[in-house]
């Protein structure tokens, strides 16, 4: 059974910091592709980065360019999100994903970006 469980996520400040991680089970983790999705209340689910399989190459939405970084270990089946300068519009339930299981998604984790 594919799972996701997304972590890390909370209340933050603008211009402060998050890691969030995504720990898999269900699949062959080490050859897929992984993604983080986000998503706001009446908006479509967004794709904000992807890596392959052996971490290159990674894309990243130009909204967040520069500012977040995905990783993943192979090991512990594990893919992170570290978001840095966060700002208001990060705000979002962010959730990751499995190019080999489109279909599954799990809770997602509540990320608020406010003062």
């Known amino acids: 059974q594919v799972q996701f469980v997304e972590s890390g996520g909370g209340l933050v400040q603008p211009g402060g910091s998050l890691r969030l991680s995504c720990t898999t089970s269900?699949?062959?983790?080490?050859?897929?592709?992984m993604s983080w999705y986000r998503q706001t209340p009446g908006k479509e689910r967004e794709l904000v980065a992807t890596?392959?399989?052996?971490?290159?190459?990674?894309l990243y939405a130009d909204s967040v360019k520069g500012r977040f970084t995905i990783s993943r270990d192979n090991v512990r089946k594990v893919v992170y999100l570290q978001m840095s300068s966060l700002k208001p519009e990060d705000t979002a339930v962010y959730y990751c994903?499995?190019?080999?299981?489109?279909?599954?998604w799990g809770q997602g984790t509540q990320v608020t970006v406010s003062t």
């Open positions: 890596i392959a399989p052996y971490s290159r190459p990674t």
């Open positions: 994903h499995s190019a080999s299981s489109p279909t599954n």
């Open positions: 269900g699949f062959t983790f080490s050859s897929t592709t």
